[in-house]
């Protein structure tokens, strides 16, 4: 069993910055997907970005040049920067794995085996 621990959220302003960090337990984490969902009140969960093993990254349009996903597998930890924050990113940020699935996949919340708690991240204007 595979436990993702989020951290890293918090409140800035319009064009501030945060980074997000996921931590997962086990050995195997070289091989997973990381992905980074977030979901609004009110709305439903949406993909964010994924990184694979080969450390191919994928965005939602919404976030392309903002944020940038990254990995380091000595410490079991995916990384997600966001700068030029915008109210509208304003959700809960949840990390999930996947050893399993496929890349016509990665933006479908369904696939992923693995889920953290979820960090808040709030913007205000």
């Known amino acids: 069993q595979v436990q993702l621990v989020e951290s890293g959220g918090g409140s800035v302003q319009t064009g501030g910055s945060l980074r997000l960090s996921c931590t997962a337990s086990?050995?195997?984490?070289?091989?997973?997907?990381m992905a980074w969902f977030r979901q609004a009140p009110g709305k439903e969960r949406e993909f964010v970005t994924a990184?694979?093993?080969?450390?191919?990254?994928y965005y939602t349009d919404s976030v392309k040049g903002r944020f940038t996903i990254s990995r380091d597998n000595a410490k079991n930890t995916v990384y997600m920067e966001m700068n030029n924050l915008k109210p509208e990113d304003s959700a809960i940020y949840y990390c999930a794995g996947s050893s399993t699935i496929i890349l016509s996949s990665y933006r479908m919340g369904s696939a992923y085996a693995y889920w953290g708690q979820g960090t808040q991240v709030t913007v205000s204007s």
């Open positions: 086990g050995s195997t984490f070289s091989r997973y997907v």
């Open positions: 990184i694979n093993r080969s450390r191919n990254t």
